[in-house]
C-alpha cells in the first residue's frame, strides 16, 4: 500500500550510460515531481507535472527527460550519464500545485562509476 | 536569487525542548513548510503556516512572521527518534517549493 513508490532504490552504472527511474502513485494526486537531493543535501525541484502536463522545467541538461504516461505515473530517464549526475533523486506528488504537501517516494541512489 | 537559511546542525537533549530557525527570502510567498527527514530516507511533511502566528500539532509547532521573513519550528518533549534533518521550504509566487539545505538535529540521552 507505499503511496508513492520509485524504482530501483540503488542504481549503479557507468559513465556514458543512459538509464531510467520510474515512479508511480495511487494516492490520486494529480501533481508528480522529481526533485535532485546532491551530497549537501539541498532538494533541487528538476520537473512537475500536472495531469500529464509539464508545469516546471528547471535548468536541468536536457540528457534528463521526464515522461508521464498518465497523471499516476512519472518516470526520469536520463541518457549520457555524468559523474556529476551521482545522487539521489526523489519522486514526489500532491493534490494540487498550490497549498498542498507533498509526499515523496523513497529516493532513489545513482552512483556513476 | 532566493534564499533559505537554517543552521546546519544543532545538538539537544531528550525530554528538553529545541527551536529550530528559518529566514528566507524569495520571489514571493504563498506558504512555509516542514519537513522530517530521517538519514537514508524520504521527507515527510510535518507542518505549513500561511499566516503570521503558531500552529500546534502535538509535539511539534511552527511560527511564521511574514513581515520578517522568519519561521521557527518547536520541538518538545523531545524523543531519541526526533534525531532528523528538518527541511525549511517556502512555496514561491510560482507556487515552486524552495528548499532549505536542513538543520541536522541530533538528540542525546
Known amino acids: 500500500d507505499t503511496a508513492v513508490s520509485q524504482t530501483p532504490k540503488y542504481l549503479v552504472t557507468q559513465m556514458g550510460n543512459?538509464?531510467?527511474i520510474k515512479c508511480e502513485q495511487n494516492?490520486?494526486?494529480d501533481t508528480m515531481y522529481w526533485y535532485k537531493q546532491d551530497s549537501k543535501k539541498f532538494l533541487k525541484?528538476?520537473?512537475?507535472?500536472?495531469?500529464?502536463e509539464l508545469i516546471i522545467n528547471e535548468t536541468v541538461p536536457n540528457r534528463f527527460s521526464p515522461k508521464s504516461p498518465d497523471k499516476a505515473h512519472l518516470n526520469l530517464h536520463i541518457n549520457s550519464l555524468e559523474l556529476g549526475d551521482s545522487a539521489v533523486y526523489f519522486c514526489a506528488s500532491s493534490q494540487g500545485v498550490d497549498l498542498q504537501p507533498q509526499h515523496f517516494g523513497d529516493g532513489t541512489r545513482l552512483s556513476i562509476l | 536569487g532566493q534564499n533559505i537559511d537554517q543552521p546546519t546542525e544543532m545538538t539537544a537533549t531528550e525530554g528538553a525542548i529545541v527551536q529550530i530557525n528559518c529566514t528566507y527570502q524569495t520571489s514571493g510567498?504563498?506558504?512555509l513548510f516542514w519537513y522530517q527527514q530521517h538519514?537514508?530516507?524520504a521527507p515527510t511533511f510535518l507542518s505549513y503556516n500561511v499566516l503570521d502566528g503558531l500552529e500546534e500539532k502535538g509535539r511539534f509547532s511552527s511560527f511564521l512572521s511574514?513581515?520578517?521573513?522568519?519561521s521557527y519550528l518547536l520541538l518538545k518533549e523531545l524523543q531519541m527518534k526526533d534525531?532528523?534533518?528538518y527541511l525549511c521550504a517556502v512555496m514561491d509566487s510560482n507556487y515552486q517549493l524552495i528548499w532549505g539545505a536542513g538543520t541536522k538535529l541530533i538528540i542525546k540521552p
Open chain 2, 39 to 41: 538519514a537514508g530516507e
Open chain 1, 27 to 29: 494516492l490520486g494526486h
Open chain 2, 66 to 70: 511574514r513581515s520578517k521573513g522568519y
Open chain 1, 18 to 20: 543512459d538509464k531510467s
Open chain 2, 29 to 31: 510567498f504563498n506558504g
Open chain 2, 83 to 85: 534525531s532528523a534533518s
Open chain 1, 45 to 52: 525541484i528538476m520537473f512537475s507535472y500536472n495531469n500529464k
